[in-house]
């Protein structure tokens, strides 16, 4: 038996309501986790309904099947990474449903290599059975695209010199790079920290990628009617959800006439993001960050 750590599904009320999935219907989480949202949703489609659930990381996989098999519905739980989605052949579901945020055991668990409060191999790979780690991805990346990388998923000011102390010695360890980052920027280094994990995680795991691939193949994986909801965390990844769902929402106009050519084939169920309330942020400091927004495949929508 795999233990299921406490785990606190954020924005989890909104998102019922939102993407209101009924008994009887198919919900895809592509972001399984430890299983908090799912099992909600599990138990709103109750024994007629299907989960189809995606995680990149094997052991959250195991924890979320211990905590769902009890519950009525069918389980289908696969080891994949939603950037596959494509590829997977699923089937056309009511809801897809995905939440970017680090779960609790990468956050909590200094063995899973994500904290830089605790000495441990610098990995911050999700599924360690794909690509390398982010100690082998420092040694190959040019100096030049470090710094572009720092600059761009961690927003770190002096992004240049921190790239150039990360590359004067191979990082074998979290440690090694706080000692990186502490050099670089001296008494600065405790604010900027949390950013240069940030952007190397980001990168290691090409989690922008990822979500491009999620949201041009998520859509049309949508029943007519179907609801798609995306929780994210930070601006680099809000920034593109709100772009592609406000394009799939609008619809096409004739270039001549400026008429509409046919009606936008979704429709948007949140004209602004969702964030938590003050009392779920007090609950819950992680969830401070988030903000969830949702579309809807218009019921017309040729298949």
């Not at 009890?70 to 990474?81: C, E, K, V, Y």
């Not at 599924?127 to 998923?153: C, K, M, N, Y």
């Not at 949201?215 to 994986?221: N, Y």
Request: proline share 5%; glycine share 6%; net charge negative.
């Amino acid at each position: 038996m795999v233990p299921s750590p406490v785990h606190t599904p954020v924005l989890l009320q909104e998102a019922l309501t939102l993407l209101d999935p009924q008994e009887g219907e198919t919900v895809c989480d592509v972001t399984l986790g430890l299983g908090g949202h799912a099992e909600a949703f599990l138990q709103k489609v109750a024994s007629g309904g299907t989960l189809i659930g995606l995680d990149a990381d094997a052991q959250n996989l195991a924890s979320a099947e211990e905590r769902l098999k009890s519950l009525p519905g069918h389980l289908d739980l696969r080891h994949a990474n939603f950037r596959d989605l494509q590829q997977l052949s699923l089937p056309q579901v009511d809801v897809l449903f995905a939440d970017l945020g680090l779960s609790s055991p990468h956050v909590d668990d200094a063995k899973r290599g994500f904290t830089f409060r605790e000495d441990v191999p610098l990995d911050l790979r999700f599924d360690r059975t794909r690509g390398v780690s982010a100690a082998a991805w420092l040694q190959q990346i040019s100096e030049e695209d470090l710094t572009h990388a720092l600059q761009e998923f961690g927003e770190v000011r002096g992004a240049r010199r921190l790239a150039e102390r990360l590359k004067e010695h191979i990082m074998h360890t979290t440690f090694d790079v706080v000692h990186a980052v502490e050099a670089a920027f001296g008494w600065r280094a405790k604010t900027v920290m949390a950013q240069v994990f940030q952007a190397l995680r980001i990168a290691v795991n090409d989690e922008l990628g990822a979500l491009d691939s999620l949201l041009a193949a998520g859509p049309s994986l949508l029943k007519p009617g179907g609801r798609m909801g995306v929780i994210s965390y930070h601006s680099l990844e809000d920034r593109r959800v709100k772009q592609v769902f406000r394009t799939l929402t609008t619809a096409p106009v004739h270039p001549d006439t400026g008429q509409d050519l046919h009606p936008a084939l979704f429709a948007l169920l949140t004209r602004k993001a969702i964030v938590p309330s003050d009392a779920e942020q007090s609950r819950n400091p992680r969830s401070r960050s988030a903000k969830l927004r949702v579309i809807m495949r218009s019921a017309a929508t040729p298949a």
